[in-house]
């Protein structure tokens, strides 16, 4: 472990699992996992080996530091034309607490996320039915425009996939038979009035059984990996979650972690990222049927981490026309199911103990995913700060305002101060590092800040 503040006393440590042995040794060569070493991750009693491995793949990515950003949360609005079993944040128009925001209340929140010295917004919604396509880049617009008329830039990171498909569906631009296509008239919209990354909410778990029973109406994992791969070819950026401990199975868990390790083996290919012809890939599995490549991992020693710059150079030919972008996922979020309030409430969700072991699992399983979020809202700060030393390398930020869970009966006002955050990686025993939405580093004088 990186310091020495989560060492239990040594009577409390299981006994040592062998079968860690292999897997360990693939670790520290940066080879990637298969499924079946997951299964083991998952099984072993040596929990705290799992952490250990997690640990050590973390501090080779991100030696010493840990990430917090300023953001602030804007739901714009909770009326939303599904019933997801596991949601608790949709209302139906009518119902008691729905809402929707206009551009004023927008304009409003964009001005306090400005007076917070805030670098990012970060904005989702439920499927509103009744709002017209121009609500959405309008809504980039005004927050660009007050962002500016207080000297500064927010960068937008908004919308889940489903929610593209959704704006795809309303601007009557969406074509089955063309999705793709469908898809990227939308995001380019977006894109030109100054949408900056996407979020990545929505993923669930990729499992048509999953799918069927608890959200049936939402996308597919398929289309899901289309609004990111598109995305990822226009140069945004997007992050990807896993919404796990309801109904499904740590086996459906696992491929979903593999069909999102391959999916980034393609963004990362477009940024000249070579890939290891030998190396393992899980055989039956393809993102998608584009994929004919092998995996690229970022967890040997000396790997260089994608970064902005290098997607730049990445979109720019060598006579200096325009060349192909290259956005890629940035972090995987493990959110775990929450009950409360849902159609699902009956079940128990997921433990502590199954929380940050999921964790860890997903750090050694996307060998090719820079970050790994602990998001402190679903995982509580305490838990959060845990995580930072068995694979987690970002806690998220400030939030201020947060309605799509609760967790514990906490209100729709969630904030931590800045001063919590730095505290709660310092105690973990890392340098907080303010970053970015792109994890650039920030450097800060009060309320105003650059990019360092
Ligand atoms: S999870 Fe999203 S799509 Fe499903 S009901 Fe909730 S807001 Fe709507």
Not at 301 to 328: F, H, I, Q, V, W
Request: include cysteine; proline fraction near 4%; charge should be negative.
């Amino acid at each position: 472990m990186t310091t020495a503040e989560l060492t239990l006393p040594n009577h409390s440590l299981p006994t040592a699992d062998p079968r860690l042995d292999a897997i360990r040794a693939k670790v520290e060569r940066g080879e990637r996992l298969s499924l079946d070493d997951g299964m083991v991750l998952y099984e072993t009693p040596d929990l705290w080996g799992v952490f250990e491995l997690a640990d050590l793949v973390r501090d080779r990515l991100h030696p010493g530091v840990a990430y917090y950003n300023i953001n602030r949360h804007l739901n714009y609005s909770n009326v939303c034309a599904l019933s997801c079993k596991f949601c608790e944040f949709y209302r139906k128009k009518g119902d008691e607490g729905a809402y929707t925001h206009d551009m004023e209340s927008i304009a409003a929140e964009a001005k306090k996320a400005c007076e917070s010295g805030a670098t990012e917004m970060h904005i989702v919604g439920g499927l509103q039915p009744y709002l017209p396509w121009d609500y959405y880049p309008e809504m980039i617009r005004t927050i660009k425009r007050v962002a500016g008329e207080h000297g500064t830039d927010l960068h937008i990171k908004a919308f889940t996939a489903v929610e593209i498909v959704h704006l795809a569906k309303i601007a009557k631009k969406y074509k089955r038979a063309n999705r793709k296509e469908s898809i990227r008239l939308i995001l380019s919209e977006l894109k030109e009035a100054g949408l900056g990354s996407l979020p990545g909410g929505g993923a669930e778990v990729f499992d048509d059984r999953v799918h069927d029973e608890t959200h049936k109406g939402k996308i597919r994992s398929d289309e899901w990996l289309d609004v990111h791969l598109v995305a990822h070819e226009l140069g945004l950026n997007t992050n990807a979650t896993i919404l796990y401990g309801h109904i499904d199975q740590r086996r459906e868990r696992l491929v979903h972690m593999e069909i999102l390790r391959r999916a980034q083996d393609q963004a990362l290919s477009r940024l000249g990222y070579a890939d290891d012809k030998d190396a393992f890939t899980e055989p039956g599995l393809a993102a998608t049927e584009e994929i004919d490549i092998g995996a690229i991992t970022l967890t040997r020693p000396g790997s260089k981490l994608p970064t902005p710059e290098m997607a730049e150079a990445a979109a720019r030919n060598a006579d200096g026309s325009s060349g192909s972008p290259g956005g890629y996922f940035q972090t995987i979020i493990p959110l775990p199911f929450i009950p409360d309030g849902s159609e699902l409430e009956h079940l128990p969700g997921p433990s502590g103990i199954e929380n940050i072991r999921t964790l860890a699992i997903a750090r050694l399983m996307l060998d090719n995913f820079p970050h790994v979020k602990a998001f402190w809202i679903m995982q509580t700060l305490a838990m959060a700060q845990t995580m930072l030393q068995a694979g987690a390398d970002d806690i998220d930020g400030t939030v201020v305002w947060y309605d799509i869970t609760k967790v514990g009966g906490a209100s729709t006002h969630q904030e931590v101060t800045v001063a919590d955050l730095q505290r709660a990686i310092r105690e973990a025993g890392y340098e907080a590092v303010e970053r970015d939405t792109l994890y650039r580093r920030v450097e800060r004088d009060g309320r105003s800040w650059k990019l360092a």
